[in-house]
């Protein structure tokens, strides 16, 4: 739930700018998105102080390796299907945005999960793989890369590290709190370098400044 209220769009799209220099609208993007996540993670701490919420790490699954890839797939084409959805993309660019997603999703995953990959690395792997399969897409079908490239890494932005983060700084649990924060600092910084290096290895435009 906290996930939908992270503004990713913003988010993503400011790191873009300002590695394209466009300093004013990346500094904009980024607060204000910032400002939202903050709003958002201090009610959801002040929710689960008043319902006494405790976070928890979720359960186990008993399902084997190759069923859990089956369900991620699925479960992260629909993930991203509704995203694209929510930012008003057509029908067949959300489903094309959802192919797009349901495997770069499912790489970054598998990476942490059977590579013992940093949750950084792997999502910058992920959007990186996103970027280039984007691009090449663009140029089959025409649909922008924006449109594609973001909703399909919106679902790896770290809205459970954010709250836990803001939940244990709240109750003064600072080292379980500075962990949460800097997994969610490293995934955030990398989510947009990986489109932006996918940028700048398909899009010679892109390479440099005009």
């Known amino acids: 739930a906290m996930l939908f209220v992270i503004p990713g769009f913003p988010l993503i799209t400011g790191g ?3 590695a394209k220099l466009d300093i004013r609208s990346g500094l904009e993007r980024i607060t204000y998105a910032l400002l939202i996540i903050l709003t958002a993670t201090m009610t ?3 929710t689960a102080l008043v319902c006494r919420f405790q976070p928890a790490d979720f359960p186990a699954l008993e399902i084997d390796t190759g ?4 369900l991620r797939i ?3 084409f629909f993930g991203v299907y509704g995203f694209s959805l ?3 993309s057509p029908r067949k660019m959300a489903i094309t945005a959802g192919l797009i997603g349901m495997f770069s999703n499912t790489l970054r995953l598998e990476l ?3 590579a013992n990959f940093p949750v950084g690395v792997a999502a910058f792997i992920g959007a990186f793989f996103t970027g280039c399969v984007a691009s ?3 140029k089959k079908i025409g649909y922008p890369r924006i449109s594609l490239t973001v909703p399909a890494i919106v679902i790896m932005v770290p809205g459970l590290y954010l709250y836990r983060a803001i939940y244990n ?3 003064m649990s600072l080292d379980a709190s500075a962990s949460w924060f800097a997994s969610a600092i490293l995934i955030i910084v990398c989510l947009p370098l990986g489109l932006i290096f996918a940028r700048i290895l398909t899009d010679k435009m892109f390479r440099y400044c005009t």
């Open 112 to 114: 942490i999960d059977l």
């Open 169 to 171: 700084l709240g109750i």
């Open 44 to 46: 959801g701490w002040v």
């Open 67 to 70: 069923m859990t890839i089956i």
């Open 74 to 76: 699925i479960t992260s």
């Open 86 to 88: 929510m930012f008003n």
């Open 16 to 18: 873009i700018d300002l």
């Open 136 to 138: 090449v897409v663009k």
